[in-house]
């Protein structure tokens, strides 16, 4: 059925702006002539080519060569934009021990990288909102690029953070863009695969960082060199997104590229107002907090619990950090199109299944992750194997949430979106989890220590519980397996009590899911009919004058 709007755009009219002043439809500002982004304009070369033949043109056309190739170039650019994240992790042993640094130092390099990442957001998504989108998103590859090319030159822990700071500012202008351009060449089933494909370069990017910073090293004999390969191919891809990317108009694939944005306060206060994007960015935000606890910390982690282990006693880091790598590629490429792909076989039939499988997806990992967490130290295969199937799962959310988001903001507001929702998860979830189970972990091994230093009978249960988890070690030497002489049993069981916080915080993020749902349907009608009274307001402000 098409609406009156869509009648009145016809190939047989020709179309001449009468009424100029600005309309505004329901807070989304329309201004037919002023606007970079209007779709039609009342400056018609000529008869034969109308204006309202150009707008259906425009919203019939389907998926070009150039909007394959745009979103290659997003994949690619959001791939390495997550191997140089967690090409870190991989050599993040190496690192501590060439700068003398301690857990808490450690996880304060995410945390930096984090914060950085979430404070410049918000500009980038107003900018992103307004101005050219593919110039912004070269910009800050080419700043990540670069400080990261520096950092591996740092002779002092202060500057080598300072460079991973200012990392974090380049990978916020790419983060708060790129989804919104996809979403503005795209809709529903369609919108929800290329944004499958763009976000399993996630995990998969993140395995690849953990194995290129490792077998790097291992190549080179220096955890420096891990840091220079991401640099290279960042380059690449501001070459690729300069000359070669396409940038869509704002609500393009929707038919509402007349819209214009509206003030940033107004922004701010609709968005806070909308309750699904409120509480699935809360729900996010606990997704961000235990995957980012989980990539820093779970190789470290599996290889304390490995080195307790009869004959694994010689496993190095880098081994661990491979492997690591590997299941969280696979568990990527399993997770995230399976989480797409039950969304959009089930959206049809069930309005309320997106959020329900993102809260289905953490409530399932936690007691896998739990399972792996406990059996670090007694079995190899079933720690693996839990960590694993729990990454699957987790994996379930990342193309839903940016879905979710797409569909319940208007068009000119999404850049904004994004950019909150960084803020909100980054501040809340990953900007802190690694340092906060850094801490933690410094703090239970000081503890441990003392307690297991006493006699059985004064010592704690949990010192007890250290003591008599695993026999003697014998052939392994403390320093192989923690750093400052501290008894690997201590340093194992400090980082396993302190990875229980994040899977906690896994639970509360699935109860939030649970809440989107009460809204999720009600939400995404107001933006449908938003945009619809939009181009409906527009056309008949318009005068529909016969072609003779």
Request: aromatic share 12%; hydrophobic share 45%; net charge neutral.
């Amino acid at each position: 059925m098409q609406m009156p709007a869509q009648n009145l755009l016809s190939d047989r009219h020709t179309f001449k702006i009468l009424n100029m002043e600005t309309a505004t439809v329901g807070s989304v500002g329309i201004h037919p002539n002023e606007s970079h982004q209007q779709l039609m304009n009342s400056d018609c070369n000529s008869v034969e080519e109308s204006c309202g033949t150009m707008t259906n043109r425009t919203r019939s056309t389907g998926i070009t060569k150039l909007h394959w190739i745009t979103v290659i170039i997003l994949c690619y650019v959001n791939l390495i934009n997550y191997m140089d994240r967690f090409t870190v992790a991989g050599i993040l042993t190496d690192i501590l021990q060439y700068y003398g640094a301690d857990h808490a130092q450690g996880g304060l390099l995410q945390t930096a990288f984090v914060l950085s990442y979430m404070v410049f957001a918000p500009l980038f998504g107003y900018l992103g909102d307004r101005y050219n989108r593919k110039y912004i998103m070269a910009f800050g590859v080419f700043l990540w690029s670069l400080t990261t090319l520096l950092g591996s030159f740092m002779n002092t822990y202060e500057w080598f953070l300072t460079c991973r700071a200012l990392v974090g500012i380049g990978e916020a202008s790419y983060s708060t863009i790129a989804p919104t351009i996809i979403s503005d060449m795209f809709v529903s089933d369609m919108r929800s695969k290329m944004l499958a494909m763009f976000y399993f370069a996630i995990p998969v990017g993140s395995g690849l960082g953990y194995i290129i910073g490792s077998e790097t090293m291992k190549a080179a004999g220096s955890w420096q060199w891990g840091l220079r390969v991401t640099p290279i191919m960042g380059i690449i891809a501001v070459i690729l997104v300069v000359f070669v990317m396409k940038e869509p108009n704002r609500g393009e694939a929707e038919g509402n590229s007349r819209l214009t944005p509206t003030s940033w306060m107004s922004d701010l206060r609709a968005l806070a107002k909308n309750r699904s994007f409120v509480l699935s960015s809360a729900g996010f935000t606990c997704v961000a907090f235990v995957a980012g606890a989980l990539s820093w910390w779970g190789p470290m982690f599996i290889h304390y619990g490995l080195v307790l282990q009869p004959g694994h006693e010689n496993d190095k880091i880098e081994d661990v950090s491979y492997l690591f790598g590997v299941m969280a590629m696979i568990a990527g490429l399993i997770g995230v199109p399976a989480g797409s792909f039950m969304a959009t076989k089930l959206r049809p039939r069930y309005p309320k299944a997106d959020p329900y499988i993102c809260a289905f997806g953490l409530l399932v990992s936690t007691p896998l992750l739990f399972c792996g967490a406990i059996s670090a130290s007694s079995s190899a295969a079933i720690c693996y194997t839990c960590v694993f199937f729990g990454q699957v799962f987790l994996n379930l959310n990342w193309a839903i949430v940016a879905d979710m988001l797409l569909y319940v903001v208007v068009p000119t507001r999404r850049s904004t979106a994004e950019a909150l929702q960084i803020l909100g998860s980054h501040a809340l979830g990953d900007a802190g989890s690694p340092y906060i189970v850094g801490v933690i972990s410094d703090a239970l091994i000081r503890f441990l220590s003392k307690a297991s230093s006493q006699a059985p009978a004064a010592a704690s249960l949990i010192a007890l519980a250290v003591s008599s988890t695993v026999g003697p070690l014998e052939g392994l030497s403390p320093d192989e397996a923690c750093p400052d002489g501290v008894d690997p049993r201590v340093c194992f069981h400090s980082l396993q009590y302190s990875l229980f916080l994040p899977l906690f915080v896994e639970v509360i993020g699935g109860l939030f899911f649970i809440i989107t749902a009460m809204y999720i349907v009600e939400d995404r009608k107001r933006v449908e009919a938003l945009t619809a009274v939009a181009s409906e307001e527009y056309a008949l402000r318009s005068q529909v004058v016969p072609l003779i």
